[in-house]
């Protein structure tokens, strides 16, 4: 490329290489950092050093979990590293139609389809089921692939406020009668970390015809007694109609899935384009979470502990002064203001051993920067403790608290 052409894409380009060379040069580049080692659930070596892990989704801490690596190792000896071909061809290995069997059973629903990343599940589900002429109606704050999904359908996209269902049943009153409308929401928002009003919001569809689907990125392995998420945290049962989830977060694996009813899945089997064109999931990332499912059944222990320390993490960076949003769960923003000041947050906390990212503009509104910080089943009483004090003498020097 010639880069010192003048147009759109080299200045586009050149805006960037400035950022990151101006990040570069205040210590503030954060992207990328190679985690060299993981030590239990929420040590990890980053730049020769030990650090407390606080931007994991490791949500149960159950990556490196016995049972999980056994399933992995067991898959990799018996059918090696990959398959032969997209699913629908040579790719089906009895492992997949055993997680999707599992996942359907995990979210009580018929059955389940997986893809290849969360991130392809949204975009290839929404633009499979919707078209020119349906609506979908997205929550203000939902994941980019949820966006990105609605704009390729080609349906008219609308955003109603944050979890306001007054806003969405607004919206839903101005769609014509006669089109399909879809209602998309995060279980739990992945940047702010509350939990949608699902009661609310299941209400609304209902009066008005609208398919729901839920993303639980989030939200499986933290919500609900025994983690199967949002329906049980709230005490429903199959509500929602299509569930969306990922398995790249609580679920130590990669990967995405929807679950539902029969018709639907089978729908989506044999129109989903990311479904017929590209690769089936490999065997070790397959039976990795077919058996994380069955760890989270058999371990609630892991739920309530990551409920005590969401508890502790959220009351003491609250009583330290720091705004931390709506959360209610792992996810625990900790506002800093400027994108500047939670660059210097995220500095001064990794310079004493705490492993903690930032989150700026555009990812969200200006002056709302933030640190992103999460917890875990894996952390213990006294490493939170000290993650907090560090993260609260940072706050200080900086003035935002
Ligand atoms: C709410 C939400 N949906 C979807 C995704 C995409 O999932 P994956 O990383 O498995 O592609 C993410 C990832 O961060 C997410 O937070």
Redesign the pocket.
Known sequence: MDINKDDAVMRRIRAYAERISEGKANDYYFYNQPIEEIRGGAKVIVHGREMGMYASYSYLGLIGHPRINAAARQAVDKYGTATNGVRTLAGTLPLHDELEETIAHFKHAEAAITYS???VT?LSVISTLMGRGDYVLSDKLN?A?IVDGCLMSGAEFRRFKHNDMDDLEHRLQQIPQDVSRLVIA?AVF?MDGDVIDLPNMVRVCRKYGAYLMM?E??SVGILGKKGTGIEEHFGLDNVVDIKMG?L?KTIPS?G?YVAGNKELINYLRHASRAYIFSAALPPAQTAAANEAFKVILDEPWRIEKLNQNTKVFIGGLKSAGFDTLLTTTAIVPVLCGSDEQAYVMTREAQHHDVFVLPVVSPAVPEGLARLRATITAAHEPAEIKRAMDVIATAGKQIGII
């Open positions: 990343s969360g991130y949204n994941h692939s995060d992945s993303d990125a989030h990922t790249s990669v995405g």
